[in-house]
T-cell receptor, first 116, second 114 residues
Framework: RKEVEQDPGPFNVPEGATVAFNCTYSNSASQSFFWYRQDCRKEPKLLMSVYSSGNEDGRFTAQLNRASQYISLLIRDSKLSDSATYLC?????????????????FGRGTQLTVWP | EPEVTQTPSHQVTQMGQEVILRCVPISNHLYFYWYRQILGQKVEFLVSFYNNEISEKSEIFDDQFSVERPDGSNFTLKIRSTKLEDSAMYFCASIGNRGLYGYTFGSGTRLTVV
């Protein structure tokens, strides 16, 4: 059983489009979630954290559905610079080892290419 | 913005040789990690380190691997006898004691075993 599963992608969209990525996780006790962005052969960089039902930051909106164990990332008005791989990342729940600071579980990532 | 620094950025080594990958975590962070990413695959956890000892390790982190925090600032990953399949990007990460703001990753070391 995979801890984190993401849309396989790739997504190829024109500038200005709205695009959404989905992610499911297996540990129902997980409390917090992250979306990271990774450019080719670079390190993952934190894009958004999600602790409650959702979070919005400019053009980016993350939503959480705990009942379905599902997280989404919506990007509005796509820019060329949004082209990257988007990683759904789930930390362990507090019940796993008594801490939320253990290993992160990464999805395989969804590749996005925004074209002019 | 504070950074996690990794050196070298790229290392080429012969199979069977020992390599040491170096990391300088953010100065007030308390938890340190090594992850790796084989080309085209997902990021995988190797080991976490807290209070000068390993707190968790994955099945990948076998006897060939070791970590150390030799001087209070550096955090190293040693691979004793490299194999071809150790070729990957190795990322160091650190986090403060609240864990609410995500993990900060270093820019990585690309290890190529030939």
């Amino acid at each position: 059983r995979k801890e984190v599963e993401q849309d396989p992608g790739p997504f190829n969209v024109p500038e200005g489009a709205t695009v959404a990525f989905n992610c499911t996780y297996s540990n129902s006790a997980s409390q917090s979630f992250f979306w990271y962005r990774q450019d080719c052969r670079k390190e993952p960089k934190l894009l958004m954290s999600v602790y409650s039902s959702g979070n919005e930051d400019g053009r980016f909106t993350a939503q959480l559905n705990r009942a379905s164990q599902y997280i989404s990332l919506l990007i509005r008005d796509s820019k060329l610079s949004d082209s990257a791989t988007y990683l759904c990342v789930v930390p362990p729940s507090r019940t796993d080892r008594g801490s939320t600071l253990g290993r992160l579980y990464f999805g395989r990532g969804t590749q996005l290419t925004v074209w002019p | 913005e504070p950074e996690v620094t990794q050196t070298p950025s790229h290392q080429v080594t012969q199979m069977g040789q020992e390599v040491i990958l170096r990391c300088v975590p953010i100065s007030n962070h308390l938890y340190f990690y090594w992850y790796r990413q084989i080309l085209g695959q997902k990021v995988e956890f190797l080991v976490s380190f807290y209070n000068n000892e390993i707190s968790e390790k994955s099945e990948i982190f076998d006897d060939q691997f070791s970590v150390e925090r030799p001087d209070g600032s550096n955090f190293t990953l040693k691979i004793r006898s490299t194999k071809l399949e150790d070729s990957a990007m190795y990322f160091c990460a650190s986090i403060g004691n609240r864990g609410l703001y995500g993990y900060t990753f270093g820019s990585g070391t690309r290890l190529t075993v030939v």
